[in-house]
């Protein structure tokens, strides 16, 4: 009998629809594990197809030309440890999550997800069929199970796997960030543990995909929840374990533990890696914005340099009559300590040619709103003639509190493919700035120190699109704001729990038609990284056209 078993984990970042180039990834992990005798090479759920690839799945050409790439696989591993990698599997007239275990080159076993996600994120009720409960498979004389990602968060297959004779069980996952999530899947990966009496591995992949972002730290546990190790948050890591039978049955040998950064930290990381995957993935290398000299655009364009180095970001300054002198200096300066490239396009002349365009039709009428916003549509048109002309694409830069409230204007300042800061509220929006400037990682690319000009971070946030004007003379102060839209959004509460939370009834009701008139604009923006599970993509889908509200 074994005493020992060997799974190399490969916490890799797989690209949505590059079957050959994810294969051979997990090729290239394969032979690394052969040359360091282990039994069993493992990695994330989906990986084949990456995730989450959505309606691509149901396309018969993709997932019969997964399946293809998969088996050619399994040839090609055909003398050396086993192979486990996720993909999809169409059977019988209907499409599976599967988990693919390949030996001797061939399939030799699947898994098939039971329990299909259908909150937040996820659709997997629409896109997969749910796979039959089953049984383990057999590397060897040992016998594993391998709850698929969600499967792991019910108890009924991980005890249908412990009683047919699984010895131990290993998770492969797409499982993506939120906030604090970490300590919610150790819970869930602690209660099968309890459950079963078996060790758990829990694999995650890593990586960005559109507005998600994989954050490995995949770790293991012996029976009683002991941890036994804890793989590094957010980069690619292939690492061997060990686990070792006594008369107990087996248990994972400790090693080490390593330590994840605190949430404001992998707010951060999950902001620059988005981008920075979003780029590779989509072929683009350069991106541009425009650079008011307020806190939002500062705090991009660092996303941006720390993502993409600071040779491959351009910021631009589209000043106005109503520019202050001192925005002039902030942006200045915030770029050259970035080292970005720094562009100066004034909008006084087109703005002129516009007024007078528009005079005719709007004579009679007092200038207001229309005209704020021919600014801003100005310096989105002329942002995306220096996008399509150089190639860069252009970033958005409305933080979550203006996106919730529709403090943006469409066609204009919310022109752009990206958004890093899309679900980050104004107040967080501060912090994070502070907390950049305080920090620095190997990750990021630009330099360390102090990037963010203090006075940007202090100075009342301001559109500049009229005289004197303050985001307080639109809207509640932000600490308020946000407070609220947490309430509402994150926490999908009511008027009522408003009201309770101590704010006026008449403010909370204003923010809350603010929010579901502006789900028009929210529709036609771009995607950005996702931080909570109140994001504005996926987790929260309202109708456009809705006229109910809360009497309470």
């Known amino acids: 009998m074994t005493d020992s ?35 069993l090479v493992a990695l994330p759920e989906m990986f084949i197809a990456g995730y989450n690839a959505q309606d691509l799945v149901m396309k018969p050409a993709f997932h019969r030309a997964a399946l293809a790439e998969v088996e050619a696989l399994a040839a090609a591993c055909a003398e050396g440890p086993a192979l486990a990698i996720g993909g999809p599997l169409a059977e019988d007239g209907k499409l599976y999550n599967a988990y693919f275990i390949c030996k001797g080159g061939r399939i030799v076993s699947r898994q098939l997800k039971h329990n299909l996600p259908n909150e937040t994120v996820f659709d997997e009720v629409r896109i997969f069929d749910s796979g039959p409960l089953g049984g383990p498979y057999a590397v060897g004389n040992t016998r594993i199970g391998s709850p698929i990602c969600e499967d792991a968060w019910h108890p009924d297959v991980a005890e249908t796997l412990e009683e047919s004779g699984a010895e131990f069980l290993l998770v492969p996952n797409g499982s993506p960030y939120y906030r ?77 533990v390593v330590a994840h950064p605190d949430e404001w930290e992998q707010d951060y990381r999950v902001m620059v890696q988005s981008l920075r995957d979003y780029m590779a993935k989509t ?42 002198p001192e925005s002039l200096e902030d942006a200045k300066a915030c770029a050259e300590s970035l080292g970005v490239r720094y562009d100066f396009l004034p909008i006084s002349g087109p703005r002129a040619a516009v007024t007078e365009a528009l005079a005719p039709l709007f004579e009679g009428t007092e200038e207001g709103l229309t005209e704020e916003n021919i600014q801003s549509r100005l310096r989105g048109l002329l942002l995306m003639a220096l996008s399509n002309k150089f190639g860069e694409m252009l970033l958005t830069t409305g933080n979550k509190s203006e996106v919730a409230v529709g403090y943006a204007t469409i066609y204009g300042d919310m022109s752009g493919g990206y958004n890093p800061i899309k679900d980050l509220y ?56 946000d407070a609220i839209l947490d309430i509402l959004v994150d926490r999908d509460g009511s008027i009522a729990d408003c009201v309770a939370a101590g704010f006026e009834r008449e403010v909370a009701r204003k923010v809350e038609h603010l929010i579901y008139i502006s789900e028009y604009k929210r529709f036609q923006s771009a995607p950005g990284a996702r931080l909570t599970k109140g994001a504005f993509w996926l987790d929260r889908r309202y109708p456009i056209v809705n006229r109910w509200r809360d009497p309470s």
């Open 426 to 481: 104004k107040t967080r929006v501060f912090e994070t700035c502070r907390w950049r400037n305080a920090n620095h990682r190997p990750w990021m690319r630009a330099p360390e120190g102090v990037v963010i000009p203090e006075r940007i971070i202090t100075k009342p946030p301001s559109a500049e699109l009229r005289e004197d004007q303050k985001d307080s003379d639109s809207l509640p102060d932000y600490p308020e704001l």
């Open 180 to 256: 604090n999530k970490f300590d919610t899947r150790l819970n869930h990966m602690v209660a099968r543990v309890v459950e079963t009496g078996l060790p758990l591995i829990y694999l995650n992949m890593v990586g960005g995909q559109d507005d998600q972002v994989f954050d490995g730290g995949s770790f293991g546990l012996n029976p009683g929840g002991e941890l036994a190790f804890k793989r590094p948050a957010f980069d690619e890591d292939v690492h061997q374990i060990t686990l070792t039978r006594g008369p107990e049955g087996w248990r994972i040998a400790p090693d080490e």
């Open 283 to 324: 072929g683009f290398r350069k991106v541009l914005l425009g650079m008011s000299g307020g806190v939002d655009s500062a705090l991009v364009c660092t996303i941006a340099a720390d993502a993409l180095g600071a040779d491959n970001v351009r910021a631009v300054m589209l000043p106005s009559e109503y520019t202050s």
């Open 5 to 39: 078993f060997r799974i190399t984990l490969a916490q890799l970042n797989p690209t949505v629809g590059d079957l050959t180039g994810n294969a051979a990834k997990a090729r290239a992990v394969w032979e690394t594990a052969k040359a360091q005798g282990s039994d």
